[in-house]
């Protein structure tokens, strides 16, 4: 390394520029869950950055990121030997400022790491309950507590906002590594990757999102003393004591904040917990499935070698309970859409009959209809006579589920409409050959759905063919 020296703020600025080798010096120390960086790894990084770059640019970096300079400015705490290894230990400040330019590189809030800032938060409250300091900013020691206090809550603040950033993105990063895991045509590999995936957010679960959440509770309760909003009320009534009435009123902001972040970080638990119990249930499943295949592999097998055996034992079903029943289980529906002439006839007279009725009704609009639930007898009957008339203006044509068809039209047609009016309406229909114009209906032996609010109706299809002369 170069024996030149740089200021601290040239040195910064440099560091700033080429950012990249302190983001993966970060990323390397968070993986390896150390406070410090090996120098070895260090200058490994730093040589294979400056490859790309000019000769004078070499220069400048291997001066600014020298071990010896990065101590000169004070942006390395301390150098030291450690298993025969020398250990590189970063100001936190200057990692922090780095972790700012990458949501990925927040660092994670472990239960440790809250129980510690809570230690300090209730030391500092102990201080201000024992009477020994004059509640006024003239006093010196009172004046260095309280700064204290809402630098510590004003980190601790910041520390969940960044952190909850970066929890709010594993949503994100779930869906793409389900849709990783999804897109492999090995089985063994989407197997390893939903495990690693299970492995991963069940960490991340157990040590950063459920002890953030439980700090944040403000029921919850701790046996080693007040929790976070036990102390921040304390503190309020401490200064509401002493009549300093906008110090309470910060103590009280700072309930609602972290509150408001219990709620957020809550919906992230619950959507990692649904996450895991989805995976688990799919590799749960892969696993059955691969487990029978197996089995049925081997007995098939079996039979290629036996030349008097050529179909597997019905034993090995019965033992083996995965294909008990398959025979009964329902096919796939096909779903009935191609470009075959009939098809796409269907489709057109549908479309035209739904024109024709629209340009019949545009003549005609029945906006001031009773609603069907009215009983009374003349009211029921000028609503009948109404419900004749907008099916005696629609067009019949051929219908696979006239029921349906007739549903769709009175419903976006009538007023409040209600199920009784689509009986009223197939009545008129089945009754009246004029309606149908030539066309015969067959009641089939196919069932369908109606939902009218809570109650669901089945019904039979009824399909109308045009009768040929």
């Known amino acids: 390394m170069s024996e030149q020296r740089l200021l601290t703020i040239p040195t910064f600025s440099i560091m700033l520029e080429h950012h990249t080798i302190m983001r993966d010096i970060i990323r390397e120390m968070d993986e390896m869950s150390e406070p410090y960086v090996r120098e070895a790894t260090f200058i490994s990084r730093l040589h294979r950055y400056i490859q790309g770059q000019n000769k004078d640019k070499q220069k400048q970096l291997r001066t600014a990121f020298s071990t010896d300079n990065l101590l000169a400015a004070h942006i390395l705490v301390d ?87 970066k929890m709010q993105m594993i949503n994100q990063e779930l869906s793409e590594a389900s849709e990783l895991a999804a897109k492999s045509d090995n089985p063994q590999v989407f197997s390893v990757l939903q495990r690693e995936s299970i492995e991963k957010i069940s960490l991340l679960l157990s040590r950063h999102i459920l002890p953030t959440r439980q700090f944040l509770d403000e029921k919850s309760r701790l046996k080693d003393g007040p929790n976070l909003f036990e102390c921040l009320q304390s503190l309020r009534s401490q200064f509401e004591h002493h009549q300093d009435h906008q110090r309470s009123t910060a103590m009280l902001k700072y309930e609602v904040s972290f509150n408001s972040f219990h709620s957020q970080i809550s919906k992230v638990s619950q959507s990692v917990d649904q996450f895991l119990a989805r995976s688990k249930k799919r590799l749960k499943q892969f696993n059955a499935i691969e487990t029978a295949f197996s089995d049925l592999v081997k007995e098939l097998g079996a039979t290629r070698h036996n030349l008097k055996r050529s179909q597997i034992d019905g034993q090995f079903a019965r033992d083996n309970g995965a294909f ?60 009948a006579e109404c419900i004749y008339n907008l099916v005696k203006q629609m067009k019949m044509t051929e219908y696979q589920d006239l029921t349906l068809a007739l549903q769709r039209r009175l419903k976006s047609n009538l007023p409040e409409y209600h199920f009784i009016d689509l009986l009223e309406g197939l009545n008129f229909l089945m009754r009246s050959n004029e309606i149908l114009d030539g066309h015969a209906v067959k009641v089939t032996n196919f069932r369908n759905r109606i939902v009218q609010g809570d109650t669901v109706y089945l019904y039979r299809k009824i399909r109308t063919e045009r009768v040929t002369q």
């Open 324 to 383: 008990l029943g398959l025979m009964q289980q329902g096919r796939p529906k096909v779903l009935r859409i191609s470009s075959s002439e009939a098809y796409l006839n269907n489709v057109v007279s549908d479309i035209e009959a739904r024109v024709a009725d629209q340009g019949l009704l545009e003549k005609n609009r029945y906006v001031d209809l009773i609603s069907s639930k009215d009983d009374s007898t003349e009211r029921r009957l000028e609503r």
């Open 79 to 165: 150098k030291d030997e450690f298993g025969g290894e020398s250990r590189l230990i970063f100001d936190r400040s200057v990692i922090g400022v780095f972790r700012l330019f990458d949501h990925s590189l927040f660092q994670d809030l472990t239960d440790v790491a809250l129980k510690i800032q809570l230690g300090g938060i209730r030391l500092l409250l102990a201080k201000l309950q024992s009477n020994t300091l004059l509640f006024s900013d003239s006093d010196l020691d009172f004046k260095e507590l309280i700064d204290e206090l809402f630098h510590r809550l004003s980190e601790l603040l910041n520390s969940i906002r960044l952190n909850l950033v």
